[in-house]
Protein backbone atom coordinates (compact mmCIF):
# COMPACT_ATOMS: atom_id res chain seq x y z
CA UNK A 1 0.00 0.00 0.00
CA UNK A 2 1.44 3.62 -0.78
CA UNK A 3 2.10 6.05 1.83
CA UNK A 4 -0.48 8.99 1.70
CA UNK A 5 1.31 12.15 -0.14
CA UNK A 6 2.70 14.86 2.23
CA UNK A 7 2.92 18.55 1.78
CA UNK A 8 5.10 21.01 3.52
CA UNK A 9 3.82 24.22 2.06
CA UNK A 10 0.45 25.87 3.60
CA UNK A 11 -2.49 25.58 1.25
CA UNK A 12 -3.17 28.74 -1.09
CA UNK A 13 -5.41 31.15 -0.12
CA UNK A 14 -7.37 32.56 -3.07
CA UNK A 15 -8.42 36.03 -2.95
CA UNK A 16 -12.67 36.82 -3.22
CA UNK A 17 -13.82 37.79 -6.52
CA UNK A 18 -14.70 41.58 -6.02
CA UNK A 19 -18.21 41.27 -7.26
CA UNK A 20 -18.67 39.55 -3.95
CA UNK A 21 -18.39 42.70 -2.24
CA UNK A 22 -19.81 45.37 -4.49
CA UNK A 23 -23.24 46.67 -3.76
CA UNK A 24 -23.65 50.52 -3.68
CA UNK A 25 -26.54 51.96 -0.74
CA UNK A 26 -29.21 53.97 -2.29
CA UNK A 27 -29.01 57.68 -1.90
CA UNK A 28 -30.89 58.43 1.06
CA UNK A 29 -31.64 54.84 2.42
CA UNK A 30 -30.58 54.58 5.87
CA UNK A 31 -30.59 50.61 5.61
CA UNK A 32 -28.28 50.45 3.07
CA UNK A 33 -25.96 53.50 4.93
CA UNK A 34 -25.85 50.90 7.75
CA UNK A 35 -25.00 47.95 5.83
CA UNK A 36 -22.24 49.75 4.10
CA UNK A 37 -21.09 50.74 7.20
CA UNK A 38 -20.83 46.81 8.56
CA UNK A 39 -19.28 45.79 5.69
CA UNK A 40 -16.50 48.60 5.78
CA UNK A 41 -16.15 47.39 9.54
CA UNK A 42 -15.67 43.89 8.36
CA UNK A 43 -13.24 44.47 5.75
CA UNK A 44 -11.24 46.54 8.04
CA UNK A 45 -10.92 43.93 10.67
CA UNK A 46 -10.38 41.00 8.36
CA UNK A 47 -13.79 39.14 8.21
CA UNK A 48 -14.55 38.39 4.64
CA UNK A 49 -18.13 36.33 5.54
CA UNK A 50 -19.33 39.53 6.90
CA UNK A 51 -18.16 41.84 4.65
CA UNK A 52 -19.48 39.67 1.72
CA UNK A 53 -22.96 39.05 3.55
CA UNK A 54 -23.43 42.88 3.93
CA UNK A 55 -22.77 42.98 0.39
CA UNK A 56 -25.10 40.89 -0.36
CA UNK A 57 -27.93 43.09 1.73
CA UNK A 58 -27.35 45.80 0.04
CA UNK A 59 -27.64 44.57 -3.86
CA UNK A 60 -31.00 42.44 -2.51
CA UNK A 61 -32.30 45.79 -0.72
CA UNK A 62 -35.55 47.05 -2.22
CA UNK A 63 -34.82 50.36 -1.13
CA UNK A 64 -38.44 51.53 -0.37
CA UNK A 65 -39.70 50.23 -3.28
CA UNK A 66 -43.18 48.14 -3.18
CA UNK A 67 -43.63 44.82 -4.20
Not at 18 to 45: E, F, I, S, Y
Not at 49 to 65: D, L, S, V
Amino acid sequence: MADPTRYTTPPVELPLDPWLLDGTPANGCDVCMALARQRKAALGKGDSRKAFEAAAEIRKHPHGRRK
